[in-house]
């Protein structure tokens, strides 16, 4: 079965420093693979999503992520953090076997001024 | 853009009612799904739809059923409701393609006191 760990339940950041969240997932062949975030009070929003191609993808609000098979990862990264990135970020994984979208259990951010 | 609305975004409940939470998709998408959020746990899967008046549990669907009677509507029942049933619940929707992205509702908060 489909697994996904994001090992870090809080990060604590400050603003304009760099920002890496961490996604590991667990599946033999490559998955599809995706980035939301969740401000306060407010439902999930994409960021970004991988399925095949270019293993750095660019999303919305100034974040990317890298693909990389050999350590079956796909870290969120952004150059500098703003303090309206604080949210909660949630990495998913469907593959071809469930088809169904199977969440972390989310890496907190705080920004600190 | 895809909007997805969820009937309420708290609600406040007895024990042993019978709880009703709705969900509206207006961009036709074929898939249609309820988690549920809890600190610490993520996004679980309680059930999901591939189409009108199909349905599958997910991870923890007990105490839970589901009706889709029509494409657009997706509705959670709480047959009698438990204190263990407090949480926020999501309602997504997607087209009928695996790596097409989930597209969420604001939540509803339910207490169950």
Redesign the interface.
């Known amino acids: 079965a489909q697994s996904v760990t994001q090992p870090d339940i809080h990060i604590t950041v400050s603003e304009g420093a760099s920002l890496e969240l961490r996604c590991n997932y667990s599946y033999g062949a490559t998955p599809y693979l995706f980035w939301y975030v969740q401000s306060p009070g407010q439902g999930l929003q994409l960021l970004l999503k991988y399925f095949s191609g270019d293993t750095l993808v660019q999303g919305i609000k100034g974040f990317e992520a890298e693909f990389k098979r050999s350590q079956s990862s796909f870290n969120l990264r952004k150059p500098s953090v703003h303090l309206s990135d604080a949210a909660e970020y949630l990495c998913a994984v469907v593959t071809g076997g469930s088809y169904i979208p199977t969440f972390g259990r989310g890496t907190s951010l705080i920004v600190h001024p | 853009d895809v909007k ?1 609305t969820q009937s309420s975004r708290y609600l406040v409940k007895r024990t042993g009612e019978k709880v009703f939470l709705e969900c509206v998709q207006d961009m036709d998408h074929e898939n249609m ?1 309820w ?1 549920r959020q809890d600190p ?4 679980r ?1 309680i059930y ?1 739809s591939y189409d009108v008046k199909m349905k599958e549990k ?1 991870d923890i669907p007990e105490g839970y059923s589901v009706s889709r009677e029509k494409k657009e509507r997706f509705s959670l029942i709480l047959e009698s409701a438990s204190t263990n049933q407090t949480s926020m619940y ?1 309602c ?1 929707s997607r087209k009928d393609n ?2 097409s ?7 509803t908060r339910l207490t169950v006191t």
């Open positions: 997805v799904f988690y610490g746990l993520g996004l899967l999901f997910g999501l997504a695996i790596n992205p989930l597209h969420f509702g604001n939540g």
